[in-house]
T-cell receptor, first 117, second 113 residues
Framework: GAVVSQHPSWVICKSGTSVKIECRSL??????MFWYRQFPKQSLMLMAT?????????EQGVEKDKFLINHASLTLSTLTVTSAHPEDSSFYIC?????????????FGPGTRLLVL | AQSVTQPDIHITVSEGASLELRCNYS??????LFWYVQSPGQGLQLLLK??????LVQGIKGFEAEFKRSQSSFNLRKPSVHWSDAAEYFC???????????FGSGTRLSIRP
């Protein structure tokens, strides 16, 4: 149980285009999902917290107009990288929260590798 | 600031040898502790977690971890490693007062044949 999928697993795009990444919780409902960015050989950096039916909460320094997050249902959150540039190339990982506030655990998707040319 | 420290960037052990990966967290409210493993190019898989109760927790793939409040540590252990254990390991903590998980910088584990 507690499987999270991401699509696509990798994407190459031209500079200036927008890219949408989907994160789905396959066997549970998640009111809260998280989006992380990971640079090579580094830890995960939390970008934003995605809440179903409400606006996402962005971490300091993350451009909300650049990284659009939509959490339209209890099983799907999307991250759109708008007007992508080479510096946006990275590994993007989502997670979905399962469990109540005390016992919650985050389950992670397999990640999406984005390369902007 | 609340933080998680994994002092070992890279560890190499021989196949069949025992393993211990260190993790220390900064003092705060009640910690909820996690160990995740990441294979190259993959997402993170939960190995085990500690919320309360027995301080020695068992996880998947033969891993265990022990919570020591006096040392603010949550070290990961395995009695005998396999070549397939080669990966990046992340310790993480969430405090009861917040829902964000704070990750350590990771420890890369290599296995010597």
């Amino acid at each position: 149980g507690a499987v999270v999928s991401q699509h696509p697993s990798w994407v190459i795009c031209k500079s200036g285009t927008s890219v949408k990444i989907e994160c789905r919780s396959l066997d549970f409902q998640a009111t809260t999902m998280f989006w992380y960015r990971q640079f090579p050989k580094q830890s995960l950096m939390l970008m934003a917290t995605s809440n179903e039916g409400s606006k996402a909460t962005y971490e300091q320094g993350v451009e909300k107009d650049k990284f659009l997050i939509n959490h339209a249902s209890l099983t799907l959150s999307t991250l759109t990288v708008t007007s992508a540039h080479p510096e946006d190339s990275s590994f993007y990982i989502c997670s979905a929260r399962l469990g109540g506030e005390i016992a919650e655990t985050q389950y992670f998707g397999p990640g999406t590798r984005l390369l902007v040319l | 600031a609340q933080s998680v420290t994994q002092p070992d960037i890279h560890i190499t052990v021989s196949e069949g040898a025992s393993l211990e990966l260190r993790c220390n967290y900064s003092y705060g409210a009640t910690p909820y502790l996690f160990w995740y493993v990441q294979s190259p190019g993959q997402g993170l898989q939960l190995l085990l977690k500690y919320f309360s109760g027995d301080t020695l927790v068992q996880g998947i793939k033969g891993f265990e971890a022990e919570f020591k409040r006096s040392q603010s540590s949550f070290n990961l252990r395995k009695p005998s490693v396999h070549w397939s254990d080669a990966a990046e390991y992340f310790c993480a903590v969430r405090y009861s007062s917040a829902s964000k998980i704070i990750f350590g910088s990771g420890t890369r584990l290599s296995i010597r044949p």
